[in-house]
């Protein structure tokens, strides 16, 4: 018994001490548990992949060991081919479904020959070689023009062709995208198809004629917008596979177009002024010649008619 203490004191604190000691093996047990549980499961953990590891290499070892077998020079073949249709990754940066582009080219020549006549022929001769056609034709004395059409991919030779044919004055050259055109057109030109076939099936279905009349009205408005839309694709696509070349041939002594024109002196104004009196005699003469039949019709009128007004005065004089 400790001096000052309360027998009863005491006693309590024993019962505390005692308790606490076996709350502290009871965790101290716990944590063993728990470690050794810990360790357990660690190393079954490195047993399963192991033994999960050892069938794997029993199985692909007998298969590397077979590799000269019959089979097996087969399978290797097979795996081959499949990896050679497996289709490669594309290169970077190219674009995979490219739309082919719609353009219309077109170029202009002027060029100076010794006889626009033979050069014109030349033109003629290159073209319809080329694959194209003279759409146009003008010529004179010491001028030619022409406009050709030509397959696209033969717009550049046939350009280089006319230009060896003399000296190059004058050349130009146009290109117009008409891609989104024309994948516009093709769009609208399907879906009023696919319309078109859609109100016929109705008016396959009608039964009344007023069904009939207004179905039928309606096919006519679309089948119209059909026409349309499928004209003026034609014509688009015939100006991207046929380009437009237009040729000037001038002769040596043949003038420019456009030149400015000598400035007129008093010779020319006094031409000019001689030009405008016989034009003016000339009318007035036209003018003479055109009222000269009516004279006589018109005196003998009114000769009538002064005589009727005379007797009329006589007989108003007498009267009165």
């Not at 688009?236 to 003038?255: H, I, K, Y």
């Not at 031409?271 to 034009?279: E, I, Q, R, S, V």
């Amino acid at each position: 018994m400790t001096p000052g203490v309360a027998p009863g004191h005491e006693e309590a604190m024993t019962v505390v001490r005692r308790v606490s000691r076996r709350t502290a093996v009871a965790v101290l047990a716990a944590l063993v548990v728990l470690v050794g549980a810990a360790v357990a499961i660690g190393s079954g953990g490195g047993g399963s992949a192991s033994s999960v590891g050892s069938p794997a290499t029993a199985e692909y070892a007998p298969s590397e060991r077979m590799v000269g077998a019959p089979g097996a020079d087969a399978a290797a073949g097979g795996v081959a081919a499949d990896r050679a249709a497996v289709p490669e990754d594309p290169a970077p940066g190219v674009p995979v479904g490219v739309v082919q582009r719609s353009l219309v080219r077109s170029a202009a020549l002027t060029v100076e020959v010794a006889d626009p006549a033979a050069g014109a022929r030349d033109v003629r001769a290159a073209a319809v070689a080329a694959g194209g056609f003279v759409a146009q034709e003008q010529s004179g004395r010491d001028t030619g023009w022409m406009v050709l059409r030509v397959p696209a991919d033969a717009l550049d030779r046939l350009t280089e062709q006319v230009s060896a044919l003399g000296t190059v004055t004058e050349r130009s050259t146009a290109v117009v995208d008409a891609t989104e055109e024309v994948v516009d057109l093709d769009a609208r030109v399907a879906g009023q198809q696919a319309s078109v076939a859609r109100v016929r099936a109705l008016l396959a279905e009608a039964t009344s004629i007023g069904d009939v009349v207004a179905i039928e009205s309606e096919l006519a408005r679309r089948e119209a917008d059909l026409d349309s839309l499928t004209g003026r694709l034609a014509a688009l696509r015939d100006q991207v596979a046929l380009s437009t070349l237009t040729v000037e041939l001038r002769g040596p002594e043949s003038p420019p177009v456009g030149a400015a024109a000598d400035a007129p002196g008093f010779l020319d104004g006094l031409a000019a002024g001689w030009a405008g009196l016989l034009a003016l005699g000339t009318g007035v003469g036209a003018l003479l010649g055109f009222v000269l039949p009516f004279v006589p019709v018109l005196a003998v009128v009114g000769g009538i008619a002064w005589a009727a007004a005379r007797g009329v005065r006589r007989r108003r004089a007498a009267s009165t």
